[in-house]
């Protein structure tokens, strides 16, 4: 039976519980992330703001299961990530991520390299083919599908990795810095898309960005961290409704929301 009713939406989708991580041991110990509580729910955008090397890539490396933590739980769609030292499958393979690089293998052409998620899943070639060309045509990529990443603008690698993190059809994607080296107006564009794309599949979204006004315009909630080790000083309630349009973000309310989230940023209030 499909549980799609309210209940099961507002069930927490992802749950930090007391998350910590040291690198290292003794003298040389790096204390990455000081103790992380922190619950969402399904289809929720929020973001990580701190300042630089504050533990946030770790965070998010924490939750696709990549680093194991060093106390505390986390929980992926009801799963918990580790389980008697071992990573449960169940909760990494909803979880798609994305880097500030586009990280495309240059010996594939672009939709081989949307397409590759599907076939480290053994999904047959025809079905990968259909499903990568889709998803070059949702984002902008129609008609550079044969090409190889080299011919590609540094805005259109994004899109393509974009692409391959959508195309397993994730629940949870995890977003570090993605349009970080961007210019400001290919950064708006594909922050639009980004949003709309997150809304109607309802995706569970965690962004890691420098940006206030990027993390005010697309998340529900801001989650502002202290310098290392990581600590969450404050969740900040993002109260603009949707679909949001770049208007949003002349509007003075919005304005004054950067204000708040700076100071908070800066620990003073
Ligand atoms: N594998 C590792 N071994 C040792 N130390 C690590 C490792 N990974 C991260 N660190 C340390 O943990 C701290 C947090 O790093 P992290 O990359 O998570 O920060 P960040 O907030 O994402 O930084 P930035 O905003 O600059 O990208 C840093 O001091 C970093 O040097």
Same mark, same amino acid.
């Given at each position: 039976?499909?549980?799609?009713?309210?209940?099961?939406?507002?069930?927490?989708?992802?749950?930090?519980?007391? #998350?910590?991580? %040291?690198?290292?041991?003794?003298?040389?110990?790096?204390?990455?992330?000081?103790?992380? %509580?922190?619950?969402?729910?399904?289809?929720?955008?929020?973001?990580?703001?701190?300042?630089?090397?504050?533990?946030?890539?770790?965070?998010?490396?924490?939750?696709?299961?990549?680093?194991?933590?060093?106390?505390?739980?986390?929980?992926?769609?009801?799963?918990? #990530?580790?389980?008697?030292?071992?990573?449960?499958?169940?909760?990494?393979?909803?979880?798609?991520?994305?880097?500030?690089?586009?990280?495309?293998?240059?010996?594939? %052409?672009?939709?081989?390299?949307?397409?590759?998620?599907?076939?480290?899943?053994?999904?047959?070639?025809?079905?990968?083919?259909?499903?990568?060309?889709?998803?070059?045509?949702?984002?902008?990529?129609?008609?550079?599908?044969?090409?190889?990443?080299?011919?590609?603008?540094?805005?259109?690698?994004?899109?393509?990795?974009?692409?391959?993190?959508?195309?397993?059809?994730?629940?949870?994607?995890?977003?570090?810095?993605?349009?970080?080296?961007?210019?400001?107006?290919?950064?708006?564009?594909?922050?639009?898309?980004?949003?709309?794309?997150?809304?109607?599949?309802?995706?569970?979204?965690?962004?890691?960005?420098?940006?206030?006004?990027?993390?005010?315009?697309?998340?529900?909630?801001?989650?502002?961290?202290?310098?290392?080790?990581?600590?969450?000083?404050?969740?900040?309630?993002?109260?603009?409704?949707?679909?949001?349009?770049?208007?949003?973000?002349?509007?003075?309310?919005?304005?004054?929301?950067? #204000?708040?989230?700076?100071?908070?940023?800066?620990?003073?209030?």
């Amino acid at each position: 039976m499909k549980m799609d009713n309210a209940a099961d939406i507002r069930a927490a989708d992802i749950r930090l519980a007391g #998350v910590g991580k %040291t690198f290292g041991q003794g003298e040389h110990a790096v204390r990455a992330i000081g103790d992380a %509580t922190l619950d969402m729910q399904r289809g929720d955008f929020i973001s990580l703001l701190g300042p630089s090397g504050c533990g946030k890539t770790t965070l998010l490396r924490i939750i696709a299961g990549l680093e194991r933590p060093s106390e505390g739980e986390i929980v992926v769609r009801g799963h918990p #990530v580790w389980e008697g030292g071992k990573r449960s499958a169940e909760a990494t393979r909803p979880v798609s991520m994305m880097f500030q690089e586009a990280r495309l293998f240059p010996w594939f %052409t672009v939709a081989e390299n949307v397409a590759l998620p599907l076939r480290l899943r053994g999904v047959r070639k025809a079905e990968r083919e259909a499903r990568a060309h889709a998803l070059c045509e949702t984002v902008g990529l129609k008609g550079f599908e044969r090409m190889r990443p080299s011919s590609l603008s540094g805005g259109m690698r994004q899109r393509a990795s974009l692409a391959r993190a959508l195309i397993t059809e994730p629940q949870v994607l995890l977003l570090d810095e993605p349009f970080g080296a961007l210019d400001a107006m290919t950064r708006d564009t594909l922050n639009m898309e980004l949003m709309s794309v997150c809304a109607q599949a309802q995706v569970t979204t965690i962004l890691v960005t420098h940006s206030i006004t990027e993390a005010a315009f697309l998340s529900d909630r801001v989650v502002v961290l202290a310098a290392r080790p990581a600590r969450i000083t404050e969740v900040i309630e993002m109260p603009f409704e949707r679909p949001r349009t770049l208007d949003l973000q002349r509007n003075p309310e919005f304005q004054d929301m950067l #204000v708040r989230l700076r100071a908070s940023l800066t620990g003073g209030h």
